[in-house]
């Protein structure tokens, strides 16, 4: 069965722009989990959603906000950019306790 | 607060020798623990649960509550296990990860 896919890959923006990432679940998994990845802090949770309600939330500004549609397809938003803000920004669906399955990232740069 | 740490960021070890990777936490509760594999190139994928008790690629790991640890353990290590290994714990009914900063490890030939 096809993976989790992310659009897209690779994104470079200034400092104040805003972004929208866009995740797709594995068909079936109804639960979608973000990450944000960077070498200092490691791997963080941002949010997770399931069936559009988000159930979770990490410890991140409210600059950082997410949605997930009727088919658990996900995005996250991130409005005025910052520098920090440079990471590589991962998705994972599951069925509900079930193993996570990541998909391959955005590769977020803000210059 | 959970906490997942890793005390080794970097691991090298030659083909063939035991390999060990070390793996902390702090949860008040019963948490579900994880290894996570990252090879180059490659997306983030589940090397092993605990509840599985299963072994994937010669890999074990096993929970151990009163040192709460759950390190991660092959007896003899090949080339390809060099990686990224992350441990991670979820608590229940949440699908909330939390990671530690990992280790890389290298095998050498």
């Known amino acids: 069965k096809a993976g989790v896919t992310q659009t897209p890959r690779y994104l470079i923006k200034t400092r104040g722009q805003q972004v929208t990432l866009s995740c797709s679940p594995i068909s079936g998994h109804r639960s979608v989990s973000w990450y944000q990845q960077t070498p200092g802090q490691g791997l963080q949770f941002l949010f997770e959603y399931f069936s559009e309600t988000q159930r979770n939330k990490g410890n991140f500004p409210g600059r950082f906000s997410g949605r997930q549609f009727s088919n658990s397809r996900s995005e996250m938003n991130v409005s005025t950019l910052e520098l920090g803000d440079s990471a590589l920004y991962l998705c994972?669906?599951?069925?509900?306790?079930?193993?996570?399955?990541f998909g391959p990232g955005t590769r977020l740069t803000v210059t | 607060a959970q906490r997942v740490t890793q005390p080794e960021k970097l691991l090298s070890v030659f083909k063939g020798a035991p390999v060990e990777l070390k793996c902390n936490y702090s949860?008040?509760?019963?948490?579900?623990l994880f290894w996570y594999v990252q090879y180059s190139r490659q997306r983030l994928q589940l090397l092993l649960r605990?509840?599985s008790r299963e072994s994937i690629k010669g890999f074990t790991a096993d929970l151990n509550k009163g040192e709460t640890s759950f390190h991660l353990k092959k007896p003899f290590a090949q080339e390809e296990d060099s990686a990224m290994y992350y441990c991670a714990l979820v608590q229940g009914g949440s699908e909330k990860l939390v990671f530690g900063k990992g280790t890389k490890l290298t095998v050498n030939p």
């Open positions: 605990h509840i």
């Open positions: 949860y008040s509760g019963s948490p579900e």
């Open positions: 994972a669906s599951s069925r509900p306790t079930a193993e996570q399955y």
